[in-house]
């Protein structure tokens, strides 16, 4: 069974810091770009980062550029997202997903996770 199961969200205050994982299953994973989507409520989602299968290249959203980091570890299946000096406006609900084509704009992708919420308080 493809599974893509995401954690590490929850609540912290403007500042703070969370680590996400993304831990596939049923899959090769090293053959698959990741990617971190998010959407908060009443806006659409949107591509926050990408890291390419070998780990060697990442992509960032601009705004998060310098705060967040983006890592794999194709040993243990699994991907991270580590949001450092958080904000408000980074309240959002958090995907993973993977694409065989690697990092690209395309909002379609091979398989999705089911989500973990982040809420930044002020």
């Known amino acids: 069974e493809v599974q893509l199961v995401e954690s590490g969200g929850g609540l912290v205050r403007a500042g703070g810091s969370l680590r996400l994982s993304c831990a596939a299953s049923?899959?090769?994973?090293?053959?698959?770009?990741v990617v971190w989507f998010r959407q908060a409520p009443g806006k659409e989602r949107e591509g926050v980062s990408c890291?390419?299968?070998?780990?060697?290249?990442?992509y960032y959203e601009d705004s998060v550029k310098g705060r967040f980091t983006m890592s794999r570890d194709n040993a243990k299946n699994t991907a991270y997202l580590q949001m450092n000096s958080l904000k408000p406006e980074d309240t959002a609900d958090y995907y993973c997903?993977?694409?065989?084509?690697?990092?690209?704009?395309?909002?379609?992708?091979?398989?999705w996770g089911q989500g973990t919420q982040v809420t930044v308080s002020s």
């Open positions: 997903a993977v694409d065989k084509d690697g990092c690209n704009d395309s909002y379609y992708k091979d398989y």
């Open positions: 049923g899959f090769t994973f090293d053959d698959y770009a």
């Open positions: 890291i390419s299968k070998s780990d060697t290249i990442t």
